[in-house]
């Protein structure tokens, strides 16, 4: 008498909506596109916090120490800072991860390489990669620059326009600083495009207004930051 099969019928665990968006190259694109907007977001707020070095040194310092009161009495001092830290920090791990994950897969997928190597894509998305490394060894200088003081000579706790004005006045700061807010440009124009078509933003009526937007931001971002070196260079900011 041949013996019964046992069957399993406990019910199967759906996989969550995080395990779904982690494996999926459609779920990591999504989160590239997300975390790229939180980025880009900050980068809008920051550059217009950095113009204000335009009116002045109790005009930018002001503005400094005020980010480290933001959300007082409520909250602690620069507790808010740091939760705005905490959340760009998560969103540059998980965009770097992604974009590491999302080329792997890329690569994987085509084992054999092209018979013919042909330029299929333009400049600014040959060189997101190298943009994206560029950009990562850029944000740990900066914050051992000016934030932490670390890579700093003479760096001056509570002075940011001073150590401002004394990182631009070396060649190598403003090497530095002008190379990453180029390929910051780069990235932008293509990321913030990349996101919109993630997130099914386009069509063809909105593909236009879209690219259009895409310049904007990069172009505007990039000379905003960029004015900063060039005025302490040029004197107008000393």
């Not at 990562?136 to 150590?163: C, E, K, M, S």
């Amino acid at each position: 008498m041949a013996l019964a099969t046992r069957t399993d019928k406990r019910p199967h665990k759906r996989p969550s909506l995080i395990s779904i968006l982690w494996t999926s190259t459609v779920g990591k694109k999504t989160i590239m596109a997300v975390s790229g907007l939180i980025m880009l977001g900050y980068l809008v707020a920051h550059m217009y916090g950095n113009l204000k070095i335009f009116f002045g040194l109790t005009a930018f310092n002001g503005y400094a120490h005020w980010l480290r009161t933001l959300g007082e009495p409520v909250l602690h001092a620069e507790w808010a800072l740091w939760i705005v830290r905490l959340l760009l920090v998560a969103a540059v791990v998980l965009h770097g991860v992604c974009a590491y994950q999302l080329s792997r897969r890329d690569r994987a997928a085509r084992p054999v390489a092209y018979a013919h190597r042909r330029r299929r894509a333009s400049y600014a998305t040959r060189t997101m990669r190298w943009g994206g490394i560029i950009l990562a060894l850029f944000i740990v200088w900066h914050i051992l620059d000016l934030t932490t003081g670390t890579v700093h000579p003479g760096f001056r706790p509570g002075d940011p326009y001073q150590n401002v004005v004394d990182t631009f006045s070396t060649w190598y700061g403003n090497a530095i600083y002008l190379v990453a807010m180029l390929a910051l440009g780069l990235h932008v124009r293509h990321g913030f495009w990349s996101a919109a078509q993630t997130l099914g933003a386009g069509s063809a009526t909105r593909d236009r207004v879209l690219r259009a937007a895409a310049d904007l931001l990069a172009l505007v971002l990039t000379a905003g930051f960029i004015a900063i070196p060039v005025a302490v260079m040029t004197g107008l900011v000393n």
